[in-house]
Nanobody, 124 residues
Framework: QVQLVESGGGLVQAGGSLRLSCAASGFAFTNYAMGWYRQAPGKEREFVAAITARGRTTHYGDSGRGRFTISRDNVNTTVYLQMNILKPEDTAVYFC?????????????????WGQGTQVTVSS
């Protein structure tokens, strides 16, 4: 079955960096776009970034554009989110998701499977 396991979250000071990883298994990884979302307490889940199956196209939400970079390793079936210049408002649980097809969508409905999330906390 599909498994998405996030790692790399933690506590970081404002201005710092973190790299999140999502280890994927149980499906043909190279056939699907992948994405990252986040959810802060009391807020709706928010699109962060998505990447197509071969990594040729990326799409970013307003919150991370210019500071975050999504990438993937199709040999090791892992997707990454490099986060730089972190701000306290980036504090959230970050989720990895598998898209239903090879399209870097920002719509939650276009993602079929989700990981359990990893907590990112940015202190001021």
């Amino acid at each position: 079955q599909v498994q998405l396991v996030e790692s790399g979250g933690g506590l970081v000071q404002a201005g710092g960096s973190l790299r999140l990883s999502c280890a994927a298994s149980g499906f043909a990884f190279t056939n699907y776009a992948m994405g990252w979302y986040r959810q802060a307490p009391g807020k709706e889940r928010e699109f962060v970034a998505a990447i197509t199956a071969r990594g040729r196209t990326t799409h970013y939400g307003d919150s991370g554009r210019g500071r975050f970079t999504i990438s993937r390793d199709n040999v090791n079936t892992t997707v990454y989110l490099q986060m730089n210049i972190l701000k306290p408002e980036d504090t959230a649980v970050y989720f990895c998701a598998q898209a239903s097809r090879d399209f870097a969508s920002s719509r939650t409905d276009d993602f079929d499977y989700w990981g359990q999330g990893t907590q990112v906390t940015v202190s001021s």
